[in-house]
């Protein structure tokens, strides 16, 4: 997997122009944004990863505990553990176990950000600006490196995407669709600057 992401960066997709200029800032709370937050209480998902022409699948489990952490646990069709993450409200990241194939720094890291993207953990307590552009709301945190995008339509009633970036680039995005009791149906994310997606299709328990 490690070489599967580091051969595929020379495939560049589209999408890495800099689509982050000329927003315009606007007033806003942060409250309009916190509601489209999901609530992983648990949640089962049947997975698909798909990078440089490789398939991999099995079942996601994301679940919050009473501590107010959220495991991620993906498992292959036999129930062999692949890896076991711990993701903190704070910003936290713990890894309990990953099979050696993903050990390495640049899969974690990557691994790391997506679901960050995802879990919106560290949104109630960010330094968030909100901005507009073609008729969008850009509520925008920033990062140690670049920043995370949640893109609401302009009533902000729809949540639209989310979206990891650079100061000039979309890095990945995240469409969260079909939300049940606060829990997102389908979860799709992208990188636009390899070829790596991952599908999560919920399993009703």
């Known amino acids: 997997m490690h070489y599967l992401l580091l051969s595929s960066c020379i495939f560049i997709l589209p999408g890495c122009m800099p689509v982050y200029k000329k927003m315009q800032a606007t007033s806003g709370n942060a409250a309009d944004l916190i509601k489209f937050k999901p609530i992983f209480n648990s949640a089962l998902y049947k997975t698909s990863v798909d990078v440089a022409g490789n398939h991999l699948s ?13 495991r991620i646990v993906f498992s292959n069709e036999m129930g062999f553990k692949l890896f076991d993450f711990e993701f903190s409200p704070g910003g936290g990241f713990e890894v309990y176990s990953i099979i ?23 949104i109630e307590n960010a330094n968030l600006s909100i901005h507009t552009k073609n008729d969008l709301v850009y509520y925008v945190m920033p ?12 009533s ?5 995407r989310a979206e990891r970036a650079s100061k000039m680039k979309t890095v990945a995005q995240a469409v969260m669709e079909k939300y049940i009791d606060g829990v997102p149906d389908t979860i799709t994310i992208s990188h636009n600057t390899f070829n790596f997606v991952i599908g999560l299709k919920r399993i009703e328990r």
């Open 143 to 154: 990062q140690e490196k670049g920043f995370y995008y949640y893109i609401t339509d302009s």
């Open 156 to 160: 902000r009633n729809h949540f639209i």
């Open 100 to 122: 050696k194939q993903l050990n390495k720094k640049s899969v974690l890291l990557t691994l790391r950000k997506d679901f960050e993207l995802i879990l919106m953990n560290r």
């Open 58 to 70: 099995g079942l996601l489990l994301i679940k919050n505990l009473p501590d107010s952490t959220t």
